[in-house]
């Protein structure tokens, strides 16, 4: 059972905009950076998101994370194929003095 | 540009020992933390434990304190995880990371290995 909750789901069409969600609480979204990955098929994780909603050199700025309270959200707008991945969020827990994850969510493009 | 290859899959009997390698290159190794993380079959992200690259000193999430053990060899640029008296539990891939801010409450991973699969069974 993770820390963080995601849904274990999402999916879209090509083009649209998806919001994944990722629940926590004062211990660790409500007091510290959340980040996200992606990782595609078979592939080792990609750092997608770091200290809220900053994106690394290289990500496509189609891809944007905020974060309100004890929650945050990864929106991917304009969906394309190759965006089909699973995505995981994670933030530091004060209480277990370590980062902690979420179950990730596994994206379709249909 | 920033690489970290890890050792092969490995296949042992339960109460074995098996020791993972990562080794960098591409930057320079003593000024960025190593974080581990463990993805079991078909599961989520699970945070092991970070080794400061500089003074050696191994932090372990819970769970993972006394038979997972982290360690370097500087001289070439290389991280190793030792897992003793292994369970079935403890199936899974194993990745080796670049860290960022493990020591500043934030600790996330900017360059990956490949991972390396370690299957218990007999």
């Known amino acids: 059972q993770s820390v963080l909750t995601q849904p274990p789901s999402a999916s879209g069409t090509p083009g649209q905009r998806v919001a994944i969600s990722c629940s926590g609480s004062s211990s660790n979204i409500g007091s510290n950076y959340v980040h996200w990955y992606q990782q595609l098929p078979g592939t080792a994780p990609k750092l997608l998101i770091y200290?809220?909603?900053q994106r690394p050199s290289g990500v496509p700025d189609r891809f944007s994370g905020s974060k309100s309270g004890t929650s945050a959200s990864l929106a991917i707008s304009g969906l394309r194929s190759e965006d089909e991945a699973d995505y995981h969020c994670?933030?530091?827990?004060?209480?277990?003095?370590?980062?902690?994850f979420g179950g990730g969510t596994k994206l379709t493009v249909l | 540009q920033v690489q970290l290859v890890q050792s092969g899959s490995e296949l042992k009997e339960p109460g074995a020992s098996v020791k993972v390698s990562c080794k960098a290159s591409g930057y320079t190794f003593n000024v960025y933390a190593m974080n581990w993380v463990r993805q079991a079959p078909g599961q989520g992200l699970e945070w092991v434990g970070w080794?400061?690259?500089?003074?050696?000193?191994?932090t372990y999430g819970q769970g993972f304190k006394g038979r997972f053990v982290l360690s370097l060899d500087t001289s070439v640029s290389t991280a190793y995880l030792q897992i003793s008296s292994l369970e079935a539990e403890d199936t899974a891939v194993y990745y080796c990371?670049?860290?960022?801010?493990?020591?500043?409450?934030?600790?996330?991973?900017?360059?990956w290995g490949q991972g390396t699969l370690v299957t218990v069974s007999s």
């Open positions: 994670t933030a530091w827990d004060d209480s277990l003095s370590g980062p902690v």
């Open positions: 990371a670049r860290a960022r801010d493990c020591s500043s409450r934030s600790c996330y991973s900017e360059y």
């Open positions: 200290r809220d909603n």
């Open positions: 080794i400061n690259t500089d003074s050696g000193k191994p």
